[in-house]
């Protein structure tokens, strides 16, 4: 998947991520930018996907493999 990065700064109260850890099991993220990072579970994020309102979205590579992808959503 090709991603074109915005040239434009996001400014963004909370980034939600979902990414595989090692062994290939999601985990899921609430981060405040420049204050914490805190694990949430998939319930909350799904909540969060479907319910808040969305500045940006970056899909995250995964090293050598082209079709999986990690995402991160901007609030």
Known sequence: ????P?????HANLIYRA???KSGRMQYHKIQPGR????????EF???FN???IVALN???VRNNE???QIEFYT
Not at 1 to 4: A, K, L, N
Not at 6 to 10: D, E, F, N, R
């Open 1 to 4: 998947m090709r991603y074109i």
């Open 6 to 10: 915005s040239p434009i700064p996001i």
């Open 19 to 21: 990414e595989a850890n």
């Open 36 to 43: 914490s990072k805190q694990r949430i579970s998939r319930a």
């Open 46 to 48: 799904i909540k969060a």
């Open 51 to 53: 319910n808040l309102q």
């Open 59 to 61: 899909p995250l590579p």
């Open 67 to 69: 079709v999986d992808f």
